[in-house]
T-cell receptor
Framework: GDSVTQMEGPVTLSEEAFLTINCTYTATGYPSLFWYVQYPGEGLQLLLK?????DKGSNKGFEATYRKETTSFHLEKGSVQVSDSAVYFCALYNFNKFYFGSGTKLNVKP | GAVVSQHPSWVICKSGTSVKIECRSLDFQATTMFWYRQFPKQSLMLMATSNEGSKATYEQGVEKDKFLINHASLTLSTLTVTSAHPEDSSFYIC??????????FGEGSRLTVL
């Protein structure tokens, strides 16, 4: 079945460091791909999405490119801030279902 | 953006009792809602897909008689944990799918079974 695999955390970075959180997927057909973020004490919210191969989703300085050839959707940000500390979930939507990765906790230190 | 409200946000019950969790889409109609269980190491497990007016579709390994899902209207889906036991203690999250392709999440409900 469809699934999402993302790198385990926690990831600890200093402010202004470069961030990469890896995400790969297994799916039949043509899924849409998402990154969701969960800030401390809050529910999940959409960060960015891409609906077809080679699309790049971007928001709040984060970006991810839908790579069908490598079945990946890695999340990147050039310069993280303390306020980016949260749990990040990679997800795919296919045939009316959403599947989530296990989440990666990001800690950004001043 | 669209709002999904979940209630209660926190519930404690005795072993053997049943608990109902409500999920409402406040400003849009949701023909499809999803129920997830979030485990301590943060992973989200899809439990079932709730479709308005029809039976829910359960994922493999999820007991449909244990986790009753009812999607009675376009704005309300309920999850009832029947005869709850301590191993059912978890964080349950609902989400509703909007036609724009976005998924909106409720705040989650933490269930503790004593």
């Amino acid at each position: 079945g469809d699934s999402v695999t993302q790198m385990e955390g926690p990831v600890t970075l200093s402010e202004e460091a470069f961030l990469t959180i890896n995400c790969t997927y297994t799916a039949t057909g043509y899924p849409s791909l998402f990154w969701y973020v969960q800030y401390p004490g809050e529910g999940l919210q959409l960060l960015l999405k891409a609906t077809k191969a080679d699309d790049k989703g971007s928001n709040k300085g984060f970006e991810a490119t839908y790579r069908k050839e490598t079945t990946s959707f890695h999340l990147e940000k050039g310069s993280v801030q303390v306020s980016d500390s949260a749990v990040y979930f990679c997800a795919l939507y296919n045939f009316n279902k959403f599947y989530f990765g296990s989440g990666t906790k990001l800690n950004v230190k001043p | 953006g669209a709002v999904v409200s979940q209630h209660p946000s926190w519930v404690i019950c005795k072993s053997g009792t049943s608990v109902k969790i409500e999920c409402r889409s406040l400003d849009f109609q949701a023909t499809t809602m999803f129920w997830y269980r979030q485990f301590p190491k943060q992973s989200l497990m899809l439990m079932a897909t709730s479709n308005e007016g029809s039976k829910a579709t359960y994922e493999q390994g999820v007991e449909k008689d244990k986790f009753l899902i009812n999607h009675a209207s376009l704005t309300l889906s309920t999850l009832t944990v029947t005869s709850a036991h301590p191993e059912d203690s978890s964080f349950y999250i609902c989400s509703a799918y909007l036609y724009t392709g976005e998924l909106f999440f409720g705040e989650g409900s933490r269930l503790t079974v004593l």
